[in-house]
């Protein structure tokens, strides 16, 4: 069975911070993708990154950052500088490669306070 | 391009009642997905269709939910009758074909209470 686990329900930081957000995954496949999508208060989900699992090269997209490691079926997701403007919902998902739908996990909700 | 467009954003019904909801796709995407977000259950897949067609509806909650596509460019979720356990947020997302397959795109949502 496929699973990702967010443990993380709520997370506060100040400005300016950096912060990380942790994904652990659960599939008995060899290929696979995973995602981060952004849930901004004003509801819409916005695709940020996705990655199969044949890359495990780290991802950087400016204060954004992606580490993803097999060995511990993580995905994790940091924030560098925290910005007002990064307060969302960020889910983690995963997708078999023969496969349509993505399974989300339940999300954590980030806030980040001036 | 324009995204994916729900509509209505927001609908309050009355139990008992039918509700459509509507979905417009992203032009040229083969994939349309249904899914509905609420605090205790997080966000969950009730439908998909590939070229118009339902392929996975597993996740249908009841008999009272029902989807169609019936053109590339539209597609209803409808409630019928509505409870208020129906109430949810209702998500639309598009998906093109399986070269750049499961990056979906989302619609703004359809905010829905049932009174």
């Known amino acids: 069975a496929q699973k990702v686990t967010q443990a993380q329900t709520e997370i506060s930081v100040v400005e300016k911070e950096d912060v990380t957000l942790d994904c652990v995954y659960e599939?008995?496949?060899?290929?696979?993708?995973l995602f981060w999508y952004k849930q901004p208060p004003s509801g819409e989900l916005v695709f940020l990154i996705r990655?199969?699992?044949?890359?495990?090269q780290n991802e950087i997209s400016g204060r954004y950052s992606w580490n993803f490691q097999k060995s511990t079926s993580s995905f994790n997701f940091t924030i560098t500088a925290s910005q007002v403007v990064d307060s969302a919902v960020y889910f983690c998902?995963?997708?078999?490669?023969?496969?349509?739908?993505?399974?989300f996990g339940k999300g954590t909700r980030l806030h980040i306070l001036p | 391009d324009a995204g994916v467009i729900q509509s209505p954003r927001h609908e309050v019904t009355e139990m008992g009642q039918e509700v459509t909801l509507r979905c417009k796709p992203i032009?040229?995407?083969?994939?349309l997905f249904w899914y509905r977000q609420t605090m205790m259950r997080g966000l969950e897949l009730l439908i998909y269709?590939?070229?118009?067609?339902?392929?996975?509806d597993s996740g249908m909650p009841e008999d009272r939910f029902s989807a169609k596509m019936p053109n590339a460019s539209f597609s209803t979720l409808k409630i019928q009758p509505s409870e208020p356990r129906d109430s949810a947020v209702y998500f639309c997302?598009?998906?093109?074909?399986?070269?750049?397959?499961?990056?979906?795109?989302f619609g703004a949502g359809t905010r829905l209470s049932v009174l």
């Open positions: 997302a598009s998906s093109p074909d399986r070269v750049e397959k499961n990056i979906q795109y």
């Open positions: 599939t008995r496949d060899t290929t696979y993708y």
């Open positions: 990655r199969n699992s044949f890359d495990e």
């Open positions: 998902a995963l997708s078999r490669n023969r496969d349509d739908k993505i399974i």
């Open positions: 032009s040229g995407h083969d994939y």
């Open positions: 269709f590939n070229n118009n067609v339902p392929i996975d």
